[in-house]
């Protein structure tokens, strides 16, 4: 039973991710379009509205809530994985993604009041904050060591200042042309 509750948890990750990633993308477009004519402006924003909505609405809170509920089932059938160092500190990357989903909740509900308190750069680099604890939950729950670990957080280091870059570039270029 234990491995076909961890598959659906990896399927509900997936779904859940997924869903982050595009809604972030979508708030970019969205604070992209005020730049927009006002008539433009009205219907894109109506447009970006509905579909934010239904993505975070109709997948990707239902696919956090069925992960954590997958990842509580796994550790009520073998509660000794409480007692791993690994799963303590996955748990706690864990908890920031959820942090996360939350907080993109918000901006999505102030982007309906009109507030847009971002850029597009800045929501850019939000959008890698996920892909960061993304890499620190996969990498802990198939290392599994603290040895491990130690590399595992310098490489997350090493691919956060990457990431980071990358937007910076990216903007240089987009900018440019």
Known sequence: MYLYIKAIHI??????????FYVVRLFIYHTEAQER???????????FEI??????????????????????????????????????IKLGFVLGLIVYHFICQRMMQQM??????????QLRIWNEVATILLFAIVFLAVLKSGVDWIYGLIGLLVFTLIIMSAVKIYKYYRLKG
């Open 37 to 47: 004519i006002e008539t433009e402006r009205k219907v894109l924003s109506d447009q």
């Open 112 to 121: 309906r009041k009109g507030i847009y308190k971002f850029t597009s750069t």
């Open 11 to 20: 399927i509900f990750v997936v779904s859940w991710m997924a869903g982050l």
């Open 51 to 88: 579909i934010e909505r239904k993505l975070f609405n109709i997948i990707t809170t239902p696919a956090m809530i069925l992960t954590l509920l997958a990842g509580i089932s796994m550790v009520y059938i073998d509660t000794n994985l409480l007692t791993q160092s690994w799963l303590q």
